[in-house]
Structures are given as structure tokens and as C-alpha cells.
């Protein structure tokens, strides 16, 4: 009787016989929120030191990757151009050839700042929640 009593003036009794402003179920589910809130912030703060690392891992292997598809395409293209110095067609074929290969490459530096941009933006919505 005396519980519902305060309960009515909005005092609360915990288990340790302790006066409460909070009901104690109440305060018990706000300190498991608070709780899981913490331990999913330590979880999002690993999974950005862990995409991170990967992130940077990628971006080195694909400066690599790069670096050695422009040196092959300087051999391909010094043995090509060591053939085509004596034949006009083989010239514009090449240059050609050329001209294709940079549009691609231009295609796809537009199509991989476009999803490093939409990452970044996934991230910074990740983050600011």
C-alpha cells in the first residue's frame, strides 16, 4: 500500500529500499540503453579504424595497379610505335587506340569519385548518428 502511495506522489522504491524519483524497471531500461548505446559506439568506432585501414590499404594497392598498367601500356605502346613509325594506318589506328583508352580511364576515374563520394557520405551518416 504504501508503494502505490508514492508511487502516486511519483517516488519510487528500489530493491535496496532506497527512495527513487525514476521507477527502478524505468531506470534499469535506461541504463541498458545507455548501456548497448555505448558498446554500439565502441563497435562503430572499430568498424572505422578497421574500414579505414582498409580503405587506405586499397587506395595503395590501386595506386600500384595503376603505376604498373601505365607501364605496360608505355611498352605496349614504345613496341607499337617502334612499328607504326613506317606505316601512316598503323599511326592513326594507335592513336586511336590511344584516345579510346583514355576516354575509358577517364569514365572510370569519374565512376570511382563518384562511389568514394557516396562512401564518404555513408560514413559521415554513420558518424553523425
Given at each position: 500500500m504504501g508503494d502505490e502511495q508514492l508511487a502516486k506522489?511519483?517516488?519510487f522504491v528500489d530493491d535496496f529500499n532506497r527512495l527513487r524519483l525514476i521507477d527502478p524497471d524505468v531506470a534499469e531500461l535506461l541504463q541498458s540503453a545507455q548501456d548497448k548505446s555505448s558498446e554500439f559506439n565502441d563497435q562503430l568506432k572499430n568498424f572505422q579504424t578497421t574500414t579505414g585501414g582498409l580503405i587506405d590499404?586499397?587506395?595503395?594497392f590501386a595506386n600500384?595497379?595503376?603505376?604498373?598498367?601505365?607501364?605496360?601500356?608505355?611498352?605496349?605502346?614504345?613496341?607499337?610505335?617502334?612499328l607504326?613509325?613506317?606505316?601512316?594506318?598503323?599511326?592513326?589506328?594507335?592513336?586511336?587506340?590511344?584516345?579510346?583508352?583514355?576516354e575509358r580511364l577517364r569514365v572510370e576515374l569519374e565512376a570511382v569519385r563518384k562511389i568514394e563520394k557516396e562512401q564518404d557520405e555513408?560514413?559521415?551518416?554513420?558518424?553523425?548518428?
Open positions: 506522489a511519483g517516488l590499404s586499397i587506395e595503395e600500384v595497379v595503376e603505376t604498373e598498367k601505365i607501364r605496360a601500356m608505355m611498352v605496349r605502346n614504345t613496341q607499337e610505335r617502334d607504326a613509325e613506317d606505316d601512316p594506318v598503323l599511326l592513326q589506328m594507335t592513336i586511336r587506340e590511344l584516345t579510346v583508352e583514355k555513408c560514413i559521415q551518416m554513420m558518424t553523425e548518428h
